[in-house]
């Protein structure tokens, strides 16, 4: 058995990648603070419409400096990353416009959302959703390609993260040399990313390299942390134009919206994001290492540049795979005294089991694990807001298997 220490080791020089990483996005976010003048009146609440509230305004400015678009929106009243992404979709789509996915299926949750029936779904709608599988991991170029002159998609959707699929997550090289392609084509569509569990893995974002519009959640990475709930959608001005009228309503758009508690933890925690990003990916490579030394199979390997905060973790039966899942609860700040068990979950369809002892209830950039029971099993685990806490988790899974 290779002690903790050992595995550390080999990984000195992945470790020191990421540190290199989190040290450009650093500075980038702190530009991005002095750029916009970051007072701490930033941080007061409002009540009622929120007219003029400055936290609001500030803070969305703030992201779109960070992801170097034109606009964003960043809001506690986007409820969480699903809803994000459907305010995006319905913001950018009308009846007959299609949607076209060229990273294969989206997220679980977003089942409903586009193919509900009689729930006011996209398709009820009379939107179309193509879809084309990724080929070996990567975008399928020809295939893509021949979609957009076949079907004129208004939007091209790509999910960067893996979601629970056993797929490795896009890099930014990919996308940029695809985007790069669908940007040539006459009319091109909205380039739309889900960029959950992406944000600060890499020195740039997708929209530094062709997208219209990221999404994503902040109880994931750019919230650090501390974002008590909340999502961002950032953008060209065209998109999150058309975005605000879904975000509010048509005669509103960005003019309203409050929050009583104050900004101050959206602030502070992006501030944080690159810090608590680098401390997840390296957390997730040394539990990667510890498992991979006991003989199951990691993806990605330690070997890869990882391209989302996930590790998953391939376990050959359930038990083995509830035990994994089982410690990480265990090993948790918060209800640690809890067993979880495989469960119907809302939005999935198969048996969920899900750890998250987490202080914002829910929150995966915190230590946390999630896996659908079904073949073949596998742990999505992520997280973690200190390297020394995803190393007590390495210390225990060393003993355990
Ligand atoms: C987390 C996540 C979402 C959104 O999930 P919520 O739980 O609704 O915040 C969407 N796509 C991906 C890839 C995700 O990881």
Redesign the pocket.
């Known amino acids: 058995m290779a002690s903790i220490k050992e595995i550390e080791k080999k990984l000195a020089k992945q470790f020191e990648k990421i540190d290199d990483i989190a040290f450009f996005n650093q500075k980038k976010v702190l530009d991005a603070f002095a750029e916009c003048k970051i007072t701490t009146q930033c941080f007061a609440g409002t009540t009622g419409y929120g007219y003029d509230d400055q936290g609001r305004d500030k803070l969305a400015m703030l992201f779109s400096h960070v992801f170097k678009t034109e606009k964003a929106i960043v809001s506690p009243l986007i409820t ?4 994000a ?1 459907s305010i995006v979709l319905y913001g950018l789509l009308r009846p007959n416009d299609t949607i076209l996915s060229i990273s294969g299926q989206l ?1 679980d ?1 977003l089942y409903d959302t586009l193919f509900g029936k009689d729930n006011g779904s996209l398709e009820n709608f009379g939107i179309k959703f193509k879809q084309i599988e990724l080929k070996n991991d990567n975008f399928d170029k020809e295939l893509i390609l021949k979609a957009i002159k076949k079907y004129k998609p208004k939007v091209i959707f790509v ?1 960067r ?1 893996r ?1 629970y699929t056993s797929r490795k997550a896009l890099s930014i090289k990919q996308m940029q040399e695809i985007f790069a392609e669908i940007k040539m084509v006459k009319n091109p569509p909205f380039i739309v990313v ?1 960029n ?2 992406g944000e600060f893995v890499e020195e740039k974002e997708p929209t530094e390299v062709g997208a219209d519009v990221i999404v994503g ?1 902040l ?2 990475n750019p919230g650090g942390g501390l974002a008590p709930t909340g999502g961002y959608i950032a953008g060209t001005k065209k998109a999150i134009d058309m975005i605000s009228t879904r975000f509010t309503s048509p005669s509103l758009l960005l003019e309203v919206g409050s929050y009583e508690l104050g900004y101050r933890m959206f602030y502070q925690g992006l501030f944080l994001a690159p810090h608590t990003v680098a401390q997840a990916l390296k957390g997730a490579m040394l539990v990667g290492g510890v498992m991979e030394e006991k003989g199951y199979k990691i993806i990605p390997s330690n070997d890869e540049q990882p391209d989302d905060i996930i590790k998953s973790v391939v376990f050959t039966n359930e038990d083995e795979l509830v035990k994994f899942v089982q410690l990480v609860q265990k090993i948790s700040p918060i209800d640690s005294f809890i067993v979880p068990m495989p469960w119907d979950m809302p939005g999935y369809n198969d048996k969920v089991i899900m750890a998250a002892g987490t202080f914002v209830s829910g929150a ?1 950039i915190e230590l946390s694990c999630d896996s659908p029971i079904k073949k073949p099993y596998i742990a999505y685990f992520q997280g973690g807001l200190t390297y020394e806490h995803v190393k007590i988790m390495a210390e225990h899974l060393n003993k355990l298997y």
């Open positions: 969480c990353g699903s809803h992404i997220y949750t999910q993260s979601g889900d959950c569990y959640s109880i994931k995966s």
